[in-house]
């Protein structure tokens, strides 16, 4: 439910070579980007799939958000298979470094005095990205302009090419443009300091209480068997104990525990409600 070259679509291929490579499934794993509508145009598509016991998804925090912004959907994220929870990821704050910034406060002064001329980027209106926008918005007296791409990917590529001022990229997105000195982190949205960025502080330790994290799952279409749920539960636990996976999951700055069943569909409904609170208080949703 992303387009290319996000953190979702990297997931999703990584599986796929994973599944391919340890000969884990006698049939492929085809990925189809469907980014329209804030990951709206896959909801969609699984919710009227015609094979739901040959239909997964990559989903990310917009399987909570874009619901709940587009009740007209008719989509009820809990009638979808509860397939297993992968990670969850990581957002930082990056800039350029031909910006010349490189503490949080030296952002802060900055964007603060450019008001809606300082544009962030972020993949899809009202989502993660949009969600931590509206935080720094409020929470710092900032005016910063959002400006929604259909992938995280595009959104790095911007910053690292001086298009946009600014944006909360995962480490996997970024990852490229951080190691080729294009793109400057200044803080972590997570508890504790990311091991792939030491030296970048949490916003926490800025005297912030807010933190916020990305559900990497994977989910099958409603109305999925039982047989099928347990064999793709199955398969992506498989996938999860790969070397593979656990390699990309410590290079990426991933988090969490597998999850799948009634544990899952009990993350979901705490990371639901969340949601519906910060949609909320944004103003994003009545």
């Known amino acids: ?6 953190g979702a679509d990297k997931m999703a291929r990584l599986m796929q070579a994973i599944v391919e490579k340890d000969n884990l499934a006698n049939r492929p794993l085809i990925p189809n980007n469907k980014s329209g509508g804030s990951g709206a145009e896959a909801l969609v598509a699984a919710n009227t799939a015609s094979d739901p016991d040959h ?3 990559v989903t990310l925090n917009s399987f909570y958000t874009t619901p709940l912004r587009q009740p007209g959907l008719g989509i009820d994220v809990m009638t979808f298979a509860p397939v297993g929870r992968m990670a969850e990821d990581t957002f930082l704050l990056w800039v350029h470094k031909d910006s010349g910034i490189t503490t ?3 952002f802060l002064v900055k964007a ?8 962030m980027g972020g993949t899809g209106k009202d ?8 935080h720094l918005n409020g929470a710092y007296g900032l005016s910063m302009k959002y400006i929604p791409y259909k992938g995280g990917g595009a959104v790095a590529k911007d910053v690292a090419g001086k298009q946009l001022h600014s944006s909360v990229n995962n480490p ?25 960025f030491p030296d970048v502080p949490t916003l926490k330790e800025k005297g912030s209480e807010f933190t916020y994290y990305m559900q990497r799952s994977v989910v099958g279409a409603p109305g999925m068997s039982a047989e099928a749920t347990a064999y793709y539960s199955d398969l992506f636990t498989k996938v ?8 990309y999951k410590s290079k990426k700055s991933l988090m969490g525990d597998f ?19 910060i949609l909320k208080a944004s103003g994003a949703i009545k």
């Open 172 to 196: 996997s997105e970024a990852l490229g443009f951080y190691e080729s000195g294009d793109m400057v982190p200044l803080v972590a949205f997570t508890n504790d300091r990311l091991p792939l």
């Open 55 to 57: 239909t997964i998804m």
């Open 112 to 119: 603060k005095a450019d008001g809606s001329g300082w544009v």
């Open 259 to 277: 999850m799948s069943g009634s544990e899952l569909v009990a993350y979901w409904n705490v990371q639901r409600d969340l949601h519906e609170v």
């Open 104 to 106: 949080f406060e030296e």
């Open 240 to 247: 999860y104990n790969s070397a593979d996976w656990q390699t």
């Open 1 to 6: 439910m992303a387009g290319k070259g996000g």
């Open 127 to 134: 989502s993660e990205d949009n969600i931590i926008t509206d």
